[in-house]
């Protein structure tokens, strides 16, 4: 993707696009993103475990998973069925014990065990997509770059910024609107918005900051009270 692609956005669509990010820069003041890691390897394989369930359930297990296997090839040669009892709380922790196992034969085999800081050798190692990618880069490397997930794509949609699930589309959309500089933080800001306000099923439209900019802000719960309640994980509310 290129932010280069989109050279006649209006200025105004910049303009909004910036008003967004101030006001998710004051709703969310700490934003950062939720999984904990203390390297790139870290990030990578949390980002794998991250798969079908709760990030707090991720960061819970790091720590006891890097104090026994704290290099990608401590990961590559461990004995399945002990790294399988540390990951029982991820779920799935048979398959995910066997893709960390993998991922990290293939870091030591092709990379000597250090997380590639490109795009292309990333997307290249067993089970690491675009998103997984672009978040180690943005997260762990200072790399200008946006993942995209649920949350991102929704919101983007809603915003009107392009049609929702098309990851492509998502991402071009927010590099055309935003400085380089700024892509990690939009990202993240998104995706805490997406998680806390502006939920798939029912966003709290009524206790969104975005509403003013949103074209779909008649979309969610419009009673103030009940936007209120809507609202998850300490996001503040509108006054």
């Not at 040669?77 to 993998?102: C, D, F, H, S, W």
Request: with cysteine.
């Amino acid at each position: 993707m290129n932010a280069a692609a989109d050279t006649d956005l209006p200025i105004a669509e910049k303009r909004r696009a910036r008003r967004i990010l101030r006001l998710l820069q004051t709703r969310y003041p700490r934003h950062r993103l939720e999984l904990d890691f203390d390297s790139p390897l870290q990030l990578l394989v949390a980002a794998t475990l991250a798969a079908q369930t709760l990030d707090e359930r991720v960061n819970a297990v790091r720590p006891v998973l890097f104090e026994r296997y704290p290099a990608a090839a401590d990961l590559a040669a461990a004995v399945p069925e002990e790294m399988e009892q540390i990951l029982v709380p991820v779920g799935y922790y048979r398959q995910k014990t066997r893709n960390v196992i993998k991922l990290a034969t293939v870091l030591v085999e092709r990379h000597a065990g250090a997380v590639p800081e490109t795009l292309e050798e990333l997307v290249a190692l067993p089970w690491v997509g675009r998103k997984t990618a672009n978040m180690v880069l943005g997260n762990a490397f200072g790399q200008p770059a946006i993942s995209v997930d649920t949350h991102v794509s929704r919101v983007v949609a809603r915003l009107g910024w392009g049609p929702e699930k098309d990851v492509g589309a998502a991402e071009a959309a927010l590099q055309a609107r935003y400085d380089k500089r700024d892509w990690v933080a939009v990202n993240q800001l998104l995706i805490l918005h997406g998680r806390r306000t502006c939920h798939s099923r029912r966003p709290a439209c009524a206790a969104c900051p975005l509403a003013p900019e949103c074209r779909s802000s008649a979309l969610g719960e419009q009673d103030p009270d009940k936007a209120r309640a809507l609202l998850k994980d300490g996001a503040p509310a509108q006054p």
